[in-house]
């Protein structure tokens, strides 16, 4: 599906869907530069793409460092002089407290890595992008909670909600550039993410299933494949969307 040679980048890289997808890119023929906060997980991650015959390179970054995300971008094009396709995957769920009792540390933390953070890495992206022939495409990973409103997480339900409204922004500026810009949804996706939250308690993980007509959670694999359909030549004039991947969760 993807050129042999082309390079994807995806932040968040070392577990959950941010390996999966790093993965994908890999077996779909790319390229790949990982980046996580988690060094040690995001070196194993690397090797497993290296494994897969492609090449890797791990970048050490936490997206809420405007300085680390600049390295991160400029150690990946001095390794492979472009970027064809990338996955702003990197965020955290923080604390569950409805909104008059989420305090601002916990609300700044999470808008710092889920909004400002990945702003800070699609910029990079687009400069990048905007350069070199053939444009890119760029995936940004929201939620459902960018889309409707989930109790005990607003700061997290404002993060994704603003991923959204970014992904659109983006998309119409560079449309002409042949830059694609898209956002994900995903409904519950099992990861580690996921497992915090329920603490692998089965009442609780029904629950989480119950939400979706599909009566059953996602898998890394369901997201990471829609990310590299995104990328990819057969999604050639989608830009600009939010794809809900969620067993139906907001067509309800
Ligand atoms: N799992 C779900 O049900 C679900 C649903 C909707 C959206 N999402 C979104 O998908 C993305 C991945 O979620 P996941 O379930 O795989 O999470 P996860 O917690 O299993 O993995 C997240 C990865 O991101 C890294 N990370 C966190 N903060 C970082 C930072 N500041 N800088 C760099 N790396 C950082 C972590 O080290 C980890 O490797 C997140 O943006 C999440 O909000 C997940």
New binding site residues.
Partial sequence: MHANDQVALV??A?????LATALAFARAGCHVVL????AD?GEDAAEQVRRLGRRALFVA????DPGQVEELHRQAFAAFGRIDAACN?????GEMAPTADCTLENFDRIIG??LR?LFLCLREQLRIMEKQPGGGAIVN?A??AGLVGFAGLPAYCASKGGVVQLTRAAAIEYAERNIRVNAIC????R????DRITRRDPVSEQQFAALHPMNRMGTVAEVADAVVWLCSPQAGFVTGQALAVDGGLVAR
């Fill in positions: 932040t968040g070392a577990t959950g869907i941010g980046a996580d906060r988690d997980r970054t936490d997206v809420a995957n990197a965020g955290i769920e890595i889920n953070g990973m939620s459902v995903p409904g519950a996706i990861t580690e993410m996921i």
